[in-house]
């Protein structure tokens, strides 16, 4: 008696929800990757290279040129993350990142623990692979920083 009881409520609660965010696809996050370096990252290193250095072999016989760089990087793709919630890359495939549960913009300093977190995942490759196998598309970095990347609405 109790189990058909059960069963007529679990019926009677059925709801459909509907997802809060539009989940950006894991292509458009690879295609605004290799825009942000071409954008942002190798003008970066052409100016270490040949504005702060002497050129092409002090930049490779530094340790500290590539680090400077990545660094520079670093603090830029922060600093637009947390400002507009959004890369010139992201920006090109209409997507953003937000807070995972408030929609809000993240901050600075999650911004950038973001970015180390990315390097992090991207040199164990298993990271990567894990949007492959979540419905919302978070990859490790995401998950470890709790934001999402969507797609904004127009």
Known sequence: MKFRELKK??????????????YAPYSFRVKSFIV?????????LYTITYVIMNGKDDFQSSQL???????TYAF???????????TPGKKAY???VVDDKSGKNISFA????????FLFT???LLGLIVPFYRKDKKALHDLVCRT????EKK
């Open 9 to 22: 409520k679990s019926k009677t609660k059925k709801e459909t929800v509907l997802p809060k965010y539009i």
């Open 36 to 44: 942000d370096l071409f954008m942002i990252y190798a003008p970066i």
């Open 65 to 71: 040129a590539p680090l400077a760089g990545v660094t």
């Open 76 to 86: 830029v793709y922060a600093l637009l993350l947390s400002r507009f919630g959004q």
């Open 94 to 96: 209409d997507m953003k």
């Open 110 to 117: 999650r911004a950038l623990f973001r970015f180390v977190a």
């Open 122 to 124: 991207a040199t164990t």
């Open 148 to 151: 999402i990347v969507v797609v």
